[in-house]
């Protein structure tokens, strides 16, 4: 038998032990790669959504929407009533959110870059236990998926909702301007009486007032009783009519507040309930669109369609006259026919 040299023996024991490093970096580096595509990486979805009681969104710009559910009201950062329909499409995304592809390996660097400067953190809770925490990034390069990544992950994967042609990051907004419940007046006090002002017509206002369960409409002078029905509907406006939103100081309107309020207001709404509290709505004359014209061909005065009116709490807000049809009632339309 020939005996292996010194150096033989050497030699095969760092080939043997590099080999098996090699293995051990291959198999960790599998292993990794396994963690990054595993089901868990893209599992957003909640299946009960109902349990839900805590939503915690926030950015590095630094801003923060945190929704919470109290005895069935959500709220927006502990102080207002949330908008039903935002929350209730939060709510459906988180169910029905799915994987749609993972992102290229070539674009990564480029997604992880954009999501740790625009991306949204998303953290969901029931109760102390934390369902759900990922970042939403931006859309994909086709605006029909939406870069998602997991904490604890390193890739992140684009999402969709089957059956949704466009992006997702939209709905994961933060301004709590937008959040809160569009509603005019939240009060669930009974009304106890209406006063409706027109600048431009004194026969159309009116005090609308409430005694002894009967209503008694007071126009032009006379006194007279009101017709039951649209009592009913002028009510039921007064607790559901809702503004389109809200004038910030971005917008260019923020800057003709006081202007405004010099002026006559071209209606003002008062509302009087039974435990003595009060609200009141302003309303002014929006400037037109420069092409708008009247029947005539002549340029309009004003836009037809929307209002800017002034909140009790002081907000200054666009409202649609369509929205409020039911509210800006006439004299004429609430006496009761004889």
Known sequence: MIAKSPWTVRWSVVIGLSVAALVVYLILRETQSHDD???????????????IDRIVLWNRSPDTAVLTRQAGVWLINGAHPARPDAVEVLLETLYRIRLRGFAPDAATANILSAMSTYGTHVDVFAGDKSLKSFTVGTETPDMLGTYFLRDGFGRPVAVHIPGFNGFLSSRFFLREDLWRHRVIWSSAEPVSSVR??????AKA????SEDGGAWTLEAGGTRSAADGMAVQALLKAVASSQYEGVIIPSDAAYSKQDSLKALVPRIRIEVRRTDGSRNSMDLYHVPPDPEAMDDSGQPMEFDPNRFYAFLDDGRMVLVQRFGLQHLLKSSRALRASR
């Open 196 to 201: 409706l002002t027109y600048a431009d017509s």
């Open 205 to 208: 206002g009116f005090n609308l």
């Open 37 to 51: 595509l595993s089901p868990e990486a893209y599992d957003f979805a909640v299946a009960d959504t109902a349990s």
